[in-house]
């Protein structure tokens, strides 16, 4: 039964839920369910209508473990858990004192700050877009568990340098990801954690890849000459045969 108390109907507005959440091996479940009343004609100052609603999609488990080398790493990630906080995520590094920091790309830090308040998340949530650079006083690992980015993913580049995510489950040829900016003529040098590059050796070369394939897990740097998007497909071709990756 719909009661409407005016002429005038408006968008839906939930008034007061019940639900619960559920974990489960390889699925997790949130659900609401509406009182028998949510929103639909209006009287005065509110909207009713009889209604359900659901407030989270169903979605299957996903896992990524992370590997850490001792000192700089550049990591990002493909799965992201339903609360993404750094510090939470992390709170295993922290626990046993293995790690030292972590940076995003503007400067912002996950670090201890001693006695001016403790371990402290100046950058906050994971973003699929964004890799980050973590220092750590010893290898370590990181398990991360939750929901798998949507693709295709648009990530925005500032000019000059920029520390990307990869948002894919599986291997990607290093210059097929950045062809794009290729074709754009905005791509100066693409950089992962060990200093191998994407970039154009001109008459000693051309675009050479020795980077080879982008990693899960992993995240790079990319210097742009002027502000853009790369977008991230679900897959992609083989390299082009004029671009030479060194053995």
């Given at each position: ?55 989270f999609?169903?979605?299957?488990i ?19 858990p ?15 004192y ?8 503007a ?23 964004e ?8 290898a ?6 939750g ?26 040829d ?49 210097n ?24």
């Amino acid at each position: 039964m719909m009661f409407v108390f005016a002429q005038a109907a408006w968008s839906q507005q939930l008034i007061s839920t019940s639900g619960n959440f559920g974990e489960g091996v390889t699925v997790d479940v949130s659900w609401t369910l509406g009182e028998l009343v949510t929103a639909t004609g209006e009287m005065k100052s509110f909207d009713l209508v009889q209604g359900f609603l659901q407030n989270f999609p169903v979605f299957a488990i996903e896992s990524l473990q992370l590997d850490f080398d001792a000192g700089w790493n550049i990591f990002s990630s493909w799965v992201r858990p339903v609360d993404g906080d750094l510090k939470l995520l992390f709170s295993p590094l922290i626990g046993d004192y293995s790690l030292i920091k972590v940076q995003d790309e503007a400067g912002n830090t996950l670090e201890d700050l001693g006695n001016l308040g403790g371990w402290k998340n100046g950058i906050g949530d994971l973003s699929f877009t964004e890799g980050y650079k973590v220092r750590m006083n010893r290898a370590g690992h990181l398990e991360v568990r939750g929901g798998r980015s949507a693709l295709p993913l648009d990530i925005p580049l500032s000019q000059g340098w920029n520390t990307i995510g990869f948002p894919i489950d599986g291997p990607v040829d290093a210059f097929m990801l950045v062809k794009p900016l290729v074709e754009l003529g905005t791509l100066i040098k693409m950089q992962d954690e060990r200093g191998y590059t994407v970039e154009d050796r001109g008459l000693f070369g051309g675009w050479v890849n020795h980077i080879g394939d982008c990693l899960p897990g992993e995240g790079y740097k990319i210097n742009v000459s002027t502000p853009g998007v790369l977008t991230v497909f679900p897959s992609y071709g083989k390299t082009d045969p004029q671009v030479r990756i060194p053995e």
